[in-house]
């Protein structure tokens, strides 16, 4: 194959079919690879054009393509968005009517498809396999590719079967694409895969338009009104846990005259469906949503996305906030956080029968944890949870190197120095103090044993509740020691603690804190 042509042709259906007069970063690279007959896998970040990669070669090369998804709203939409552009396309899968799966099917046997779209579960059943091994694909693309990792943050074992496609289609070429995937998680994918000696293409994690802010959750409503008061009639997601939340927060939204819908799984289809076009086409302004919500949206201009739930993983947030300000602009993404958030995730986490896979989501919850515990700068610390170097001081755009709550909400500053020595509503606790008071801390943990944090300063500032009692840690040394510093001064303590390595939480025992060896080795100096 030409190299020279192949890539004009390439971007002469980029600028003809799909509308775009340049290539995004890696994408003329990826095609090339494909070109050469390279096996792939691309790591782009949400936004980053990873449909393309696949779609252009899609036109290039003579045959089928096969997309693989398990993601029925996003290749529901890709299949309109291709066959808008002239591109015929179509999907297979339970979801469709009895009679529209026969004219897909049909259009295949006829050769009058280019790309098939297909969720995992359905590509090894009879009829489709018979198809395909007649037609012969010539490329196949696994979309989500970080759902064949255990080691990711949403395993499908279908997704580890697809290795038995090679036998089956040996001269196909393929791609594995994932906007979310950490260094172990690129190696599984390439070996579940059968990659030999892949090109590999990892964007940069950087959404430097993006504001990440994290507030501690009091008033969840009232907190979340103080944002949308600053992005009056501009679009933005709000995402909730449950569907419960969900449809609670939508009616309470709308009593207050916001422009509002709700998405969830829970809904029938035609609603759901409705209230994701009235989105899409700035009919409402907000939708209100569990994470079933998002993916393939083709929508620029999202302004603000609110958690108003501690997501249960980095890569599932990084994944959500990435839906936000995809042309370029401000936007601003502020994530609600109660450690309770975490005590709820780690409930559903403990019922997983397979050990690996439990102990790879305590995991990442306690890497979520961690995140939105730090006082070290958000986006630095996300991006080296992808293994990205980050080597700004400062990145202007967190509430932590901004010294603020929220930039939007005109709240007061607040100082999050790592020695805490300066709070909002708090006391000066001087620096003399501050290693008297942490070890006094660790002290406490020490002694009480297999306790959270707000036993531990209960016992520290003296109190009297019947757990206290219950245990006798009103006899322990460090009762009431601590009554010099109020509730809040001494969980900045900890939080300090946490940040220097100090002390743990342990998620599978519902946060307990644990002393490090780092920990220890403080206490004794």
């Given amino acids: 194959m030409n190299h020279e042509s192949f890539l004009e042709d390439a971007h002469i259906i980029l600028q003809k079919v799909f509308g775009f007069s340049s290539f995004l970063p890696f994408q ?19 936004g980053g054009g990873k449909s393309l990669c696949y779609q252009i070669p899609a036109l290039l090369f003579k045959g089928l393509t096969v997309v693989i998804s398990p993601l029925i709203s996003l290749m529901q939409d890709q299949v309109c968005q291709l066959n808008r552009a002239g591109v015929s396309t179509v999907m297979l899968g339970h979801t469709l009517d009895p009679d529209e799966y026969a004219r897909n099917f049909q259009l295949l046997l006829n050769r009058k498809a280019c790309i098939l779209y297909i969720a995992p579960e359905s590509i090894f059943k009879k009829d489709i396999q018979n198809i395909l091994g007649h037609l012969e694909p010539v490329l196949i ?24 496609l090679r036998n089956s289609f040996p001269y196909a070429k393929w791609i594995a694409l994932t906007a979310t995937a950490t260094p172990s998680v690129q190696k599984d994918i390439c070996n579940s895969l059968g990659f030999s000696k892949p090109a590999i ?3 940069s994690f950087i959404r ?8 501690k959750k009091n008033r969840p409503v009232q907190q979340i009104c103080d944002v949308l008061n600053n992005f009056r009639n501009q679009s933005g997601i709000i995402y909730c846990y449950s569907r419960k939340q969900v449809d609670e927060l939508n009616i309470v939204l709308h009593s207050k005259g916001y422009s509002v819908k709700p998405y969830h799984a829970g809904l029938p289809d035609k609603i759901r469906q409705e209230n994701q076009r009235f989105f899409t086409e700035n009919k409402i302004n907000i939708i209100v949503a569990t994470i079933a919500f998002g993916m393939g949206i083709n929508k620029s201009d999202v302004r603000f996305v609110i958690h108003h739930d501690m997501p249960k993983s980095i890569e599932s947030y990084y994944q959500e906030i990435g839906r936000a300000g995809r042309d370029g602009l401000p936007a601003l993404c502020c994530l609600l956080y109660n450690y309770s958030d975490s005590i709820k995730q780690t409930y559903f986490i403990n019922k997983t029968m397979d050990k690996r896979i439990r102990n790879n989501q ?40 901004m010294n603020v709550d929220d930039a939007h ?17 708090f006391k000066i606790i001087e620096t003399s103090d501050i290693a008297q008071t942490s070890k006094m801390f660790l002290t406490a943990v020490k002694q009480v044993q297999y306790f959270g944090a707000d036993h531990v300063i209960n016992v520290l500032r003296g109190m009297k509740g019947k757990k206290i009692m219950q245990h006798q840690h009103e006899q322990l040394q460090v009762y009431g020691a601590g009554g010099f510093l109020t509730k809040k001064q001494w969980l900045c303590i900890r939080d300090s603690l946490l940040q220097r390595g100090y002390i743990i939480k342990d998620l599978q025992k519902y946060g307990i804190l644990k002393i490090t060896q780092k920990g220890y080795q403080y206490l004794a100096d």
Wanted: glycine content about 6%; overall charge negative.
């Fill in 409 to 425: 909400s005109g709240n007061e500053a607040v100082s999050r120095n790592e020695s805490c020595k300066i709070t909002k509503d």
């Fill in 208 to 215: 430097p338009n993006l504001r990440l802010i994290v507030k």
């Fill in 141 to 164: 693309a696994v979309d989500e590719a970080h759902c064949i990792s255990a080691w990711g943050h949403d395993f499908r074992p279908e997704y580890r079967e697809l290795k038995f």
């Fill in 201 to 203: 293409f990892i964007g």
């Fill in 28 to 46: 003329q690279e990826i095609i090339c690879a494909l070109g050469e007959g390279r096996e792939v896998l691309a790591v782009l970040p949400t």
């Fill in 362 to 401: 305590f995991y990442q919850l306690e890497m979520m944890v961690r995140f939105a515990e730090t006082g070290n700068c958000r986006r630095k610390t996300m991006l080296e949870y992808f293994g990205e170097v980050y080597s700004e001081k400062n990145c202007n755009a967190c509430d932590i190197c």
